[in-house]
């Protein structure tokens, strides 16, 4: 039996991931840091929460990562353990830097140290073309990082490179654009809009608050995305890969999409609000998932029409379920 070790298990990607290796016949391992509340709701939805062993740690602590590693030894290890919000990064830049950066080192050293078969996947992004330097962005495309989030991801890609050349490491980088999905956090723009239009439809809001609505995001879906993390620790070589759908979208398109699922018109609702504009944006990215289609026969197959009707449905359902008060 193969065994997987996730870090990030109880956040956006970890159970898509989680749940593809469990139906792959996977062992699954997932860091856990402590917190004083539950966090495994997302596990329970997807129906995993008690096929999954959880272990103590926080990737901030180098200590629980060696020993998670050392006694767990497992066959793929996936970072996907992150402050991952761009916005709270300009609030909180040092601990994004330790946790998003250094701390991919403490992941790289553990498994140098108690694991080197361990192959290795950190969750980069498509953050670090920031000030876009090619229209549409691939591998080799020129970094330049906007936000204290992107500055310490683009530390964990390189660090990630480095253990792969210095160290001989199964060490592979995925450079995912956006993906999102009806267990993506409320504080992400998709989400944010598909828990707003279902209040407003059943009249618990009135409105909703945005920033900047001209921003393009080439946005997939979360479950397609776990699937490409996966291929790329089964090459006989490691890599980097962006993974994309190819399609860039505004905000404010999406937003209608969001609207005219049920029967709404944006206008009506929408006000923007300075209050989430940032200290600098990323105004548009566009990947090319080219390699990734060739190497690892991976594309993208859900639309992102598809995908926000999902998330406005599955909104709806909880709201619905909410006592009104
Ligand atoms: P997410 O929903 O924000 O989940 C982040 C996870 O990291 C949560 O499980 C969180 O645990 C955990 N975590 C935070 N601090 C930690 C620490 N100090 N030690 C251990 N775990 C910690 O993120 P996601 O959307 O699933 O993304 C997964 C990864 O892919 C992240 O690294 C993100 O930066 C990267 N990424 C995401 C996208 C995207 O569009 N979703 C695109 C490119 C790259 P708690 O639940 O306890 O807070
Ligand atoms: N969150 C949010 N809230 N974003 C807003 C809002 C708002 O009210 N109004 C406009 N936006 C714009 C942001 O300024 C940004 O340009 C875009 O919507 C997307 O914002 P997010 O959904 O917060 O995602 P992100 O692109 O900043 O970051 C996500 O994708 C990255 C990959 O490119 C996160 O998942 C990162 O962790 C990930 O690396």
């Known amino acids: ?4 070790l996730i ?5 956006q990607d970890g159970p898509y991931l989680a749940k593809l290796l469990l139906e792959k016949g996977y062992r699954v391992h997932g860091l856990t840091p402590r917190r004083s509340s539950d966090n495994l709701w997302r596990l329970r939805e997807l129906g995993i929460e008690n096929d999954v062993d959880f272990v103590n740690g926080d990737l ?9 590693v050392a006694s767990v030894k497992p066959d793929e290890f996936y970072n996907l353990g992150a402050q991952s919000f761009v916005a709270a990064s300009w609030d909180q ?3 994004t830097g330790v946790v998003d950066g250094i701390a991919v080192t403490h992941c790289l050293e553990a498994i140098r140290q108690f694991s080197p078969k361990t192959r290795f996947y950190q969750a980069s992004t498509s953050e670090m073309f920031g000030l876009i330097q090619a229209e549409k962005q691939d591998e080799k495309t020129p970094f330049y990082p906007r936000s204290p989030y992107a500055v310490a991801k683009l530390y964990g890609h390189w660090i990630t490179v480095n253990y792969r050349e210095s160290f001989g490491l199964h060490a ?7 993906h999102e999905s009806p267990l993506r956090g409320l504080e992400f723009v998709t989400r944010k809009v598909t828990d707003a239009v279902a209040r407003i439809k059943l009249g618990r809001q009135k409105e909703l608050r945005l920033g900047n609505i001209d921003a393009k995001r080439d946005w997939g879906f979360a479950g397609d995305y776990v699937e490409a993390m996966w291929l790329m620790l089964q090459q006989d070589e490691a890599d980097d890969y962006v ?3 190819g399609v860039t979208t505004t905000v404010r398109d999406m937003c209608r999409i969001a609207f005219g699922h049920l029967g709404l018109k944006m206008e009506d609702h929408l006000v923007i609000d300075p209050k989430f504009f940032r200290p600098a944006e990323v105004e548009v990215l566009l990947g090319n998932p080219a390699k990734a289609k060739a190497r690892l026969g991976w594309e993208a197959k859900t639309s992102l029409e598809q995908l926000i ?3 406005v449905d599955a909104d709806m359902k909880r709201v ?3 006592t009104s008060c």
């Not at 039996?1 to 997987?4: D, E, G, L, P, Q």
């Not at 592979?172 to 956006?178: D, P, R, T």
Request: cysteine-free; charged content about 15%.
């Open 93 to 95: 830049p040092v601990l």
């Open 60 to 68: 901030a602590d180098a200590g629980s990562v060696q020993r998670a």
């Open 309 to 311: 009707r999902n998330m």
């Open 243 to 245: 993974i994309a759908t």
């Open 320 to 322: 619905s379920k909410e």
């Open 1 to 4: 039996m193969s065994s997987a």
């Open 7 to 11: 870090t990030g298990i109880t956040g």
């Open 172 to 178: 592979s980088s995925g450079i995912l654009f956006n």
